[in-house]
């Protein structure tokens, strides 16, 4: 017996009488002797693909554990009669009716009539459904009014804005509030690092970390939509970048520069809203999601290994029996550089530190590979399945725990941390405050330069939009 997935559909015109692309074959073969009934086995193969979701399992997956996953899905769906009279109708309704429950918590269809959702979880899967079937209630329908397209979210919303936050209170709902502030806080700390680094200290983790806070609270608050991660992201960080060597090399201000994109990005976002820009995301296909999805990743996998280039460069390997290799003397003052009370980025970047190259590619490789193995854990076979799916939704922040413990329990080398701060402080207060003028904080700002920043600023709008409305 065997399940073949054809690396490119193609046409079986000697064993099927229409020319429909095959990109599945099950092979099933035995002697003619045996009891087994082999139709029977392919009847049961049939009903399996026929299922959408299965079908898509079988189009993903990697091994034939996932496929057995997939089976296992389908079965927990299923309801079996045995071969006996089935008398009165009686039974058949309730049969339906506990199927139609089991395929509503799976593919979150809407139901029908009506019906009220009796939990929480159903609740959220009714109003998924009713954005993704689209109908009279489709969001990306035009009204032809100026934000028409807001006045009729807040009427559909809103009614149910109460009840969000009362089905938020359920036990179920706690894993993903706690893994939503995973997900905000791990990019923001990561690209707040970054950022530092290549915007001289002007925007670092402090700025990032409190506009991650302040935008994610007043979107969930306004848009009913906790569900949704907005925060900075990889293709952003190539545009700060971009724009900072732009304005050092003219001789601009970047951060009264970014006030200015800040404010027309404002303006586009307000008159896309009123012209009901959304609907454009209809013209999006799955081709463009993914091109994006991969420049993201591409971004984080290269400024990864070029950071963990910049640390071997900076701290070269030597050999144990040179005198810069005994660990002894500029090790310790290091340490007690970085041990005090003072603000961080106020200390000299250490070079030439022993055992600094070694130690960062052990904690690099190690978090990937921690992370990489607990999430095929959900999908194993240790453990009961709510440990599995537990483990392996979190397994990105227990990787990150495990090799910052690690990190700090070895003493004696030195590792660069973040430019944090003691407070609430931004990351460089000798070079700017929390407030920026937007006519100049040194010199006064070009005004060709305040109008021509709209240009900027509509490249951040479709990286915002592209991520935000299509990605995510």
Not at 282 to 299: A, C, D, G, K, P
Not at 331 to 348: A, E, K, R, W
Not at 424 to 439: A, C, D, H, M, Q
Request: net charge negative; aromatic share 10%.
């Amino acid at each position: 017996m065997a399940f073949v997935r054809l690396q490119e559909a193609v046409e079986l015109d000697s064993v099927l009488e229409v020319p429909i692309p095959v990109r599945f074959l099950f092979v099933l073969l035995g002697p003619v002797t045996s009891n087994m009934d082999y139709h029977e086995i392919g009847r049961s193969i049939s009903t399996l693909m026929s299922d959408k979701p299965f079908h898509e399992a079988a189009y993903l997956a990697d091994d034939r554990q996932d496929l057995l996953s997939a089976i296992n899905e389908f079965l927990d769906c299923s309801v079996v009669l045995p071969p006996s009279e089935v008398q009165g109708e009686e039974l058949l309704r309730s049969v339906a009716l506990f199927q139609r429950e089991m395929l509503k918590r799976r593919h979150g269809q809407e139901r029908r009539g009506h019906e009220e959702p009796s939990s929480p979880q159903d609740k959220i899967l009714l109003r998924m459904t009713a954005v993704v079937g689209g109908g009279e209630d489709d969001p990306l329908r035009r009204t032809g009014r100026p934000f028409g397209g807001l006045i009729r979210d807040i009427q559909r919303r809103y009614p149910k804005y109460v009840s969000d936050f009362r089905d938020s209170l359920n036990a179920q709902c706690m894993a993903a509030i706690i893994f939503i502030y995973f997900a905000a806080l791990s990019p923001a700390i990561t690209f707040g690092g970054l950022l530092g680094e290549k915007t001289g200290g002007l925007i670092g983790v402090s700025e990032l970390i409190i506009g991650t806070c302040l935008q994610g609270v007043v979107f969930c608050l306004l848009g009913a939509q906790p569900l949704l991660v907005v925060g900075f992201s990889g293709p952003l960080l190539v545009f700060e970048e971009a724009f900072y060597m732009f304005c050092s090399a003219n001789g601009l201000e970047y951060l009264v520069g970014r006030v200015w994109i800040g404010v027309w990005l404002v303006v586009i976002v307000v008159s896309m809203v009123a012209c009901e820009g959304s609907f454009l995301v209809r013209f999006v296909s799955r081709f463009t999601q993914e091109i994006f999805s991969i420049l993201i990743s591409l971004i984080f996998i290269y400024e990864t290994f070029y950071k963990l280039f910049k640390i071997f460069q900076e701290h070269p390997l030597t050999n144990c029996s040179s005198p810069n290799g005994t660990g002894s003397g500029p090790l310790n003052v290091t340490h007690g550089i970085l041990g005090n009370g003072t603000d961080q980025f106020l200390s000299p970047r250490l070079t030439g530190q022993p055992n600094t190259a070694l130690l960062s590619l052990v904690l690099m490789a190690g978090t990937f590979f921690i992370a990489f193995f607990l999430r095929k854990l959900k999908n194993s076979n240790f453990f009961p399945g709510r440990v599995r799916r537990v483990i392996g939704d979190f397994g990105v922040p227990i990787a990150i725990l495990i090799m910052v413990l690690i990190d700090f329990s070895i003493t004696d080398t030195h590792t660069q941390k973040l430019s944090v701060p003691n407070g609430f402080k931004v990351t460089s207060p000798e070079k700017r405050g929390w407030v920026i003028n937007p006519l100049g904080s040194e010199e006064p700002f070009p005004i060709w330069m305040m109008f021509a920043s709209i240009l900027p600023a509509v490249l951040v709008y479709i990286l915002i939009f592209m991520e935000t409305q299509i990605t995510t």
